[in-house]
């Protein structure tokens, strides 16, 4: 017997490792690179990725967004460039926000069944000048809106069936200016399949559904009220439309409901805080799954590495690496550029 063995023995303890593993070492496969890499079950990938940017008004112009360090808005002809920079690194689809005018705004958001807002000049542009990127559009009406809610407010309640009504304006606009894949995150409830309906019956049919099928009431969404301007607006919380974070049951039935309604895709948001609802909806239901990676989950990350509290490659790198071990079939992060870059570094 070795020495480290009687020294266990010593300590008190009875049986040799051996005895208590019956053999079974889990170290053995851990032991070099290349049996790491021959059992590691999870791989992130540029396929993986897609990207979240931002849109303002303008010419060649781009401007930082004070709550997320390394992320712009991007005037339409410059959106239209990191478009091409990101098809170029083979990331597969982009997601344009717009920070629109305050003279845009109203109560009803009725500016997103504008055909010539920001979102929709974007995805004309993009889809002429890059078509082989995906193009994939928010219809909540926050960034139209005067009051930052995703929907239309009438003495202090968002009115569910009007909203829908708008949002499906939106949807048909974002359609028609070419997006690819309508993913609404406003939460309205009967929204996926009014606007499942209103695509098929204007010749959409092949126009898919992303839907923010669990966006839950959290306070990480924060820098993202600054990047589309919103801040300062919003009135009272979103707590009657998203989901309580507290829920994990009601996320499935929000998420069954969409899928009945003829969502092709789901996504939960925000991302990292709620992997077991990834896990969950992925086992229950099977289909195609995505998760947002927030805005605060990017800030926190920019932050501590700022700092040089964290190694922030690194923990961009794992983090997102978690969402693929939680079942996701891809993330929207902020950080897409640069995972692809150092992805195809290697
Ligand atoms: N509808 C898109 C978002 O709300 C994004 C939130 C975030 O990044 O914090
Ligand atoms: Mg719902």
């Known amino acids: 017997m070795n020495k480290a063995f009687s020294q266990i023995r010593q300590s008190g303890a009875n ?37 979240p940017i931002f849109l303002c008004e303008g010419e060649n112009h781009s401007e930082p967004v004070d709550a997320m360090p390394g992320v712009e808005r ?13 098809a170029k690194l083979g990331i597969p689809a982009i997601a344009p926000f717009p920070r629109e005018n305050m003279e845009f705004r109203d109560v009803n958001g009725s500016y997103i069944a504008n055909p010539d807002n920001l979102i929709n ?17 928010d219809a909540a009406l926050d960034p139209f809106t005067i009051h930052g809610h995703d929907g239309i407010l009438r003495d202090g309640v968002i009115v569910n ?52 099928a669990t966006k ?22 979103k707590k009657t439309y998203y989901i309580d974070p507290a829920n994990s049951d009601e996320a499935v039935r ?35 799954t995505y998760a947002y990676q927030v805005s605060g989950e990017y800030s926190m990350i920019k932050a501590a590495g700022a700092n040089g509290w964290i190694d922030e490659e690194r923990v961009m790198m794992e983090s997102l690496l978690a969402f693929k071990r939680a079942g996701c079939d891809g993330i929207l992060t902020y950080f897409a550029v640069e995972v692809a870059e150092k992805l195809a570094r290697g």
């Open 15 to 51: 049986r040799s490792v051996d005895e208590i593993t019956q053999g079974r070492r889990l170290r053995r496969l851990r032991k070099a690179d290349w049996s790491r890499r021959l059992v590691q079950e999870s791989r992130l990938t540029v396929d993986d990725l897609i990207w």
């Open 74 to 86: 991007y005037s339409v002809d410059m959106a239209v460039r990191q478009a091409e920079k990101a």
């Open 121 to 137: 000049r974007t995805v004309r542009a993009i889809k002429k000048e890059v078509p082989q990127i995906g193009i994939i559009t």
């Open 161 to 212: 069936d009007e909203s829908v009504e708008m949002v499906v304006l939106g949807a048909l606009a974002q359609a028609e200016a070419g997006a690819d894949i309508i993913a609404p995150s406003d939460m309205m409830d009967g929204r996926i399949g009014a606007i499942r309906e209103a695509l098929d019956t204007n010749g959409f049919q092949d126009v898919a559904i992303m839907s923010y």
């Open 216 to 237: 839950f009431a959290s306070a990480f969404y924060g820098p993202y009220r600054d990047a589309i301007g919103t801040s300062g607006l919003l009135q009272g919380d």
């Open 254 to 288: 929000e998420a069954e409901q969409d899928l009945a309604e003829g969502a092709d895709m789901i996504m939960v948001k925000p991302g990292l805080p709620y992997l077991d609802i990834v896990r969950r909806l992925k086992d229950v239901f099977a289909m195609p």
